[in-house]
């Protein structure tokens, strides 16, 4: 036996065998338990013979077993393979796998359907399987999480431990480790947030024998009676992502059911111990009390493929996207398999595969943009009652409270879920303020040496992943204060002296945007120098100027790639200037008022490198207008770099053809061969959307707000996380993109002479001669009316036709005429003109450090 903790309970290897009695005598050309999909998902059982093996071979690409090995995981079979919930009718008697045949009968020849999953399951009402469903659902009945509570992080690393130790400072809770017993290994388990314990009695949301409040149709989907988890074959990359347990299944009589993709969570959290690696493999069968039911992540799925997005969605959980992109997927391959197409092409099981499998190819998660957040009550579901019992302890605010929070409350209010990331700085700010109550004799020297080395060894732990965050203790502050209590004791106690949450919070922030607007601002320069970079390799290269989108004048360039950078450098200053303006120290205001014991907040804001101490506690603790003003700077920035985007991918285009964006920059097409979008540049501006938003978002969370603090403010903390990562997102694209371009001079240069870019530049020259503006600007739109008349350039006309529309045209005239002419005409500071471009470019090489 080999015992596995893959990243969400699943492995490739925990393998279910399928009794199929279902005809295909495990040959894949035969009907067996899932027919038309059995490339993908065969039945394991009887299909498992060499013929089949060696095939499947051939056919799976070896992703899977791949990332098996390289999350450590012993290698059982050379198949991948997912899993599947499978809801066969045990009731034997109640007509449906009875009716299964029948059909299959009836239509023996007409067009192939998709068998029953009953087929699989046939005889298997042994008493030891009975016993572990009975046992498997009495714990997933006690233990689901509520399902509104439930997140479903689409995809996590496969090595979720690798990802950590190499990116300790990115600290995020992982998955929890399941132990060869399917239960999750809490304690052990780093960085888990430990949900809120689920509460027997009155408040209890989680427990099975309360009764529901809502009418059955809104209710959480039980269990399905004669559930069956089957292993299916095949589904590449499937185990790389944490797509959950995917249950596809055809079934003839389908009626009441097609397939279900069952929570990765659930199953994660209260994996059955039948599918634990185990050398003795059988199906896990699970029997409940509901008819024969499936359930796609809360909504039923109807037999007949339009009919299979009907049913409740379930709060929480419904919206998401991966539980309907593989419902759409499904829907989409049952459809193809019911083409005459797909029985007659030989390659349409593969291609639906495929297809149905494309959902899953999503990249990991970059750890660093997106921590993965384990639902608030994912450890409820993987704890036997008396432990979760165990785990209970009075709040750090809890004196006055004679009884505990609801479930549904303490996940609505806890915000460690987030504010995790705020680690770092929480404990700089009690490391400063241990110092300072030692300093002001508040506390002895020997307390403080206690705490700050309690603090260090914390700090390591969540750096190294094994921090256990915990929803019951609400946010980082109580986080990190109930660990060093239990960690040192005593002085820990002394720690929230002369201090609150209220202006914890507020210094924890200050000290994260501070940082943050710095990541920004190098991610800034970065791009600046990109773009410099850039306009150095086309310093000759005039492109038409447009203003509304309208051919307009020529420009040179660089001079266009450099209005970006000035605009850049304008969004670093406004960086800069609220940085400057948010490094004040909040911390001492403690909660509004202040406090009566000696406390000396010029040294805290001095060790914490802030300006100096706020002056008004009552401000101190209030305000959110510096993460408001870093929000709009966000903002403004976004709209540049949006713009850029738009240009950018207006220029990529077939139209315009200005620009190629290389390979390693652009995405295809899923069903257009020829296709290379610039995606990334359309996602700069997409993603600017989302910033603006952000800034809304606490615009108006703020505006109605009594002064000092009000519990509102902790919805500051996700749009200003969110807005900086997708800024740093955006401008780290931005730049590779700016690497990653060529300008297509000659493409760009034949376009020139549309558009009579120099007609501006020949107005110039009348004024020269004296000819009042309006004059001259009246006799060259009557000159390019001649051009257009005789389909020519400016530069084409004859003299004689220059002169029949005017006579102050002489011979020098042709110096002004022609794009290149006409750029080398201006002059003024700051203009196109060659000289002026040459000099700025200089001068951002010089402000820029770019000495080659
Ligand atoms: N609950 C509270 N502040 C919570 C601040 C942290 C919160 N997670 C946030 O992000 O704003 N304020 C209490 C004081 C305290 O808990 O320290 C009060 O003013 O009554």
Known sequence: MSTVATPRGRSSQRRTRCKCAGGGGGDRAAACCFNPLRSLFRCPGRGRGRRSRSRSRHTTPSKVRDASVAGGVEQQSEEPSFFVYAMPNQGGGDGVTADHSKKKKKKKHSKPRLPSIRSCFRGKKNKERKANAAAVVARRQALTPAPS????????????????????????PPSPAVTENGRTNSPATPNRIIPATPRPGKHSTSSASAPSPFPPQWQQPKQVEGLEIVEVATGERLSAHDVGL?????????????????????????????????????????????????????????????????????????????????????????????TSWAKRTPSATIL????????????????????????????????ASSESEERKET?????????????????????????????KYDIMGSKAHASMLAAQGLITAGDKDIILEGLDQIEKLIQDGKFEWRTDREDVHMNIEAALIEKVGEPAKKLHTARSRNDQIVTDLRLWCRDAIDKILFRIKQFQVSLVLLASKYVDLIVPGYTHLQRAQPVLLPHLLLSYVEQLERDAGRLVNCRERLNFCPLGACALAGTGLPIDRFKTAKDLKFTAPMKNSIDAVSDRDFVLEFLAANSIAAVHLSRIGEEWVLWASEEFGFLTPSDSVSTGSSIMPQKKNPDPMELVRGKSARVFGDLMTVLTLCKGLPQAYNRDLQEDKEPLFDSVKAVLGMLEVCTEFAQNISFNSKRIQSSLPAGYLDATTLADYLVKKGVPFRTSHEIVGRSVALCVSKNCQLAELGLDDLKSVHPVFEGDVYEYLGVENAVNKFISYGSTGSEQVKKQLEDWRTQLGISS
């Not at 494309?358 to 704890?383: C, D, E, G, K, Y």
Request: charged share 20%; proline share 9%.
């Open 149 to 172: 509570l439930v997140t479903h992080p689409p995809h996590s690393p496969s090595t979720p431990e690798k990802t950590q130790a190499a990116t300790p400072s990115a600290t995020q």
């Open 246 to 338: 995917i249950e596809m299944v055809g079934s003839s009589a389908d009626v009441s059911a097609e397939s279900s993709v069952k929570s990765s969570l659930d199953y994660a959290n209260d994996p059955p111990q039948q599918l634990t690696v185990s050398s003795k493999r059988k199906p896990a069968v699970v029997k409940a009390t509901e008819p024969t039911r499936v359930w796609l992540n809360g909504n039923a799925v109807k037999g007949k493929a339009g009919e299979r997005f009907t049913g409740p969605p379930v709060a929480g959980e419904a919206d998401e996207l991966w539980a309907h992109d593989i419902a759409c997927s499904r829907v989409h391959a049952v459809m193809l398999a019911e």
């Open 352 to 383: 639906m595969a495929a297809a149905t499998s494309q959902s899953f190819l999503s990249p990991a998660p970059n750890p660093l943009l997106r921590p993965r957040i384990l639902p608030v009550a994912a450890a409820s579901t993987s704890m």
């Open 395 to 423: 709040k750090l605010w809890g004196g006055r409270f004679e009884e505990g929070v609801t479930d549904a409350v303490e996940g609505f209010t806890e915000s460690i879920s987030y504010d995790w990331q705020l680690y």
